[in-house]
């Protein structure tokens, strides 16, 4: 085997790339890894996921020590916040987690190539550098290029104030007043981060709810939760147009016939992502597109390509980093013969604002919208002794089985460390757990996860805790 042919080549070095790559040397596989950026980790580790959540746990503590921290007895006096030292340390996390990515690919004897991969067909790769270009060919190819910032064309990004997640992870200085378009993930996030700071935000979201991916309960109450820490919300708000003048935007909103301004200095546009396949060479080389712009794939990943696969954000599916990770090893597992899948039913989302929002499976509203008979049960985390004792009673737990069989169907939850809990309701579903599995495991006490057992104990209307 010459220099430049591999067993396994990956263009793309985000969670869905790097993972399939290290994963492919694991399994003996000599591999390549192509990345066009200068770091590894694409956008979740560069310029999404991590450095949001860094801001998110700053200004959380931030917000804590200003609005709350006398409740505990903690008097704190002449309280700032210094915006450089906060980007400082969320740069730190970041570069941590590139040196770290970038050592296990080496050390796993990965060979990485930096520049643009582009499919020239028969297994070549051809990698567009910054002053040359090269091929290596492989006899497996995964396609990892994530996905880009979805735009509106009546709102182009200049990148100073009409601006993607990218620059609002950056801002400078505090937004005095900052309109957020799209009330999803990262709207809420970023809004909650310069709010917490000082900023004015307004989200506008053109569906009749922000996030509305969960249950419309679980959404109306995230919307109250977030007005009250002073953001304004409007629903069902189409963004039409912005003027600027003097450096400030004007932007023009129809809500319910009505035509309404609102000024801003920075508008951030966060209305989702789209698959990332500009300059692969997929029209050249025959790869089928969807007509969202993903790649086909069957249920092993394969493209119609002979020996080309793709993963991640650029085939169908929720764009999220976790996804892309499993999908990764998946990949490489079937490459090197043996057996691997995905369950889809069971990719977990999060929202991670104060509190956190997660779900994994179906909701109470999607079930009923398929047609599933289902019995529900929630548990209010006011009535949860840690979330008392911590000052969080924000929010509930909710579980959705299956009427007939008790099938654990979806969770969903609203509150503190709504992340970390929700992975017990991901693991229940991995192995088909019922409402009443949930119900008998045993949870420590007191802690914020006996809500998913009380949550549980409902459905058949057996909640100890609450009536």
Known sequence: MSENTFDFA??????????????????????????????????????????????????????????????????????????????????????????????????????????????????????????????????NIVVATGSSTASLPF????????????????????PENLVVVGGGAIGLELGSVWSRLGSAVTILEFLPRIAPTFDSEISRLAERLFKRQGMKIETGARVTGVEKADSILRVAVEKKGKELTYTADKMLVAVGRVPHTEGLGAKEVGLLLDDQGRIEIDSNFHTNLPGVYAIGDVVKGPMLAHKAEEEGAAVAELVAGNSACVNTNVIPNVVYTEPEIASVGLGEDEAKQRGIAVRTGRFPLAANGRAIAAGSTDGLVKVVAEAQSDRLLGVQIIGKSASELIAAGVAHMEYCGSAEDMARTIHAHPTLSESLKEAALSVAGASIHSL
């Open 155 to 174: 709102l182009p990004f200049d990148g100073d104030q009409i601006v993607t997640s990218d620059e609002a992870i950056a801002f400078t200085e505090v």
């Open 10 to 139: 990956v263009i793309g070095g985000g969670p869905g790339g790097y993972v399939a790559a290290i994963k492919g040397a694991q399994l003996g596989l000599k591999t390549a890894l192509v990345e066009k950026s200068a770091h590894l980790g694409g956008t979740c580790l560069n310029v999404g996921c991590i450095p949001s959540k860094a801001l998110l746990h700053s200004t959380e503590l931030y917000q804590f020590t200003a609005k709350e921290s006398q409740l505990h007895g903690i008097e704190c006096k002449g309280l700032s916040m210094n915006l450089a030292t906060l980007m400082k340390r969320k740069e730190a996390v970041v570069s941590r987690l590139r040196m770290g990515i970038r050592s296990l690919v080496e050390k796993r004897g990965i060979t990485i190539f930096a520049g643009l991969g582009r499919l020239l067909g028969d297994g070549v790769v051809e990698i567009e550098g910054a002053s040359e270009s090269s091929r290596i060919k492989a006899e």
